[in-house]
């Protein structure tokens, strides 16, 4: 009969820790769900949206209230490295934008804005940019105060202008595949807005 207690109380052990376990499971999946709660309505408060596909959307990109500021130039930063590259012409100018736009050097959005730079973001950040800047513009946020379609279009035009040249000499050659990409983002941009 000792062994059969023994084996009982093993047996108890083991479901009390698996039930343990499952308690401190849920405890933490309700702690991680009550964070992105609280990232989602820090984000609609610095954006203005409330949708919570478009919440959801711009957190699966990578998107927070500190870093959502640099959306209004991935359409800029796309024509940048249309030609396989950012030149020091283009940083100079994204990182001039980026200031202009209340960016400070060294905030979560400058750092995110740093590692575009330096690595070509994800082709679904470039690719859903024009629906949810548009999402922006409509909301009033402030991080698109006083921006306009056409002033992105503007900063694209700038950019892709920026690093013409030859022997040294500025041409301001805009490559064709610069030239289709600006006629899209125009084109995206402008009828979102309507």
């Not at 596909?53 to 711009?58: D, G, I, Q, T």
């Not at 575009?116 to 859903?128: D, Q």
């Not at 013409?164 to 805009?174: D, E, M, W, Y």
């Amino acid at each position: 009969m000792p062994d059969h207690d023994a084996f009982a109380e093993r047996g108890r052990a083991l479901e009390e820790e698996y039930f343990r376990k499952k308690d401190r499971e849920l405890v933490e999946k309700m702690r991680r769900g009550a964070a992105a709660d609280q990232a989602r309505g820090e984000l609609s408060a610095q954006t203005g949206l409330a949708d919570p596909s478009v919440l959801a959307e711009l957190q699966d990109l990578g998107f927070t209230a500190d870093t959502v500021a640099v959306l209004p130039l991935v359409p800029v930063l796309e024509l940048a490295w249309a030609e396989g590259g950012i030149t020091p012409a283009e940083r100079q100018l994204l990182v001039s934008l980026a200031r202009s736009r209340g960016i400070a050097e060294g905030s979560a959005a400058d750092r995110r804005l740093a590692e575009w730079m330096a690595n070509r973001p994800s082709p679904a950040v470039f690719a859903n940019a024009g629906r949810l800047i548009a999402a922006l513009l409509d909301s009033g946020a402030t991080v698109a105060t006083g921006l306009t379609a056409d002033q992105l279009v503007a900063y694209c035009e700038q950019i892709a202008s920026a690093s013409g040249g030859l022997l040294g000499l500025p041409i301001r050659a805009v490559s064709m595949e610069e030239r289709t990409l600006l006629t899209r983002i125009a084109g995206d941009l402008n009828t979102r807005q309507r």
